[in-house]
């Protein structure tokens, strides 16, 4: 798989950044801390420049969570108490669980998601819950943009 990362980098250049960057959030398998680590030393290499490769892996990585926050979104909380209801004992959450969740994330969302930007393990799912609770797209993209720009 890294001969798969440096080949798009070497021939993609910046879209490669974005691409992979896209693909790292929303198959999470692909760690972004290598597709821009590697960025990181073509910009030692003199081969890339650092504001062009922040702005195509921030770039890309919304492009990646937003995909996860519309699956939410066009789902909706309700639509989603079928699957907890079939599936919940063995995820071991009720949907009491699942309506305290919404409550705290209706309340504290913005935070949960600019937060959760810095986890390796929740920086994509946490989009799932943002969407589910309707949050507006234009927050959405403001606090995760937030949270993105930094890494």
Do not use: C, K
């Amino acid at each position: 798989m890294t001969e798969f990362f440096l080949h798009l980098l070497d021939s993609g250049g910046y879209l490669g950044i974005f691409l992979l960057m896209v693909l790292e959030n929303i198959i999470p398998p692909v760690p972004s801390e290598v597709i821009m680590g590697l960025g990181g030393i073509a910009v030692a290499d003199g081969r890339m420049q650092i504001a062009p490769l922040m702005i195509a892996g921030s770039l890309g990585s919304v492009l990646g969570n937003i995909f996860w926050f519309e699956i939410g979104h066009r789902l909706g909380h309700e639509r989603f108490r079928p699957l907890i209801d079939r599936w919940g004992r063995w995820l071991l959450i009720e949907w009491r669980d699942v309506e305290a969740l919404q409550r705290f994330f209706l309340r504290h969302g913005q935070w949960v998601v600019f937060v959760f930007r810095f986890m390796p393990i929740g920086r994509t799912v946490v989009s799932i819950p943002a969407g589910l609770s309707r949050m507006s797209r234009v927050r959405f993209l403001l606090w995760s943009g937030a949270g993105i720009m930094p890494q």
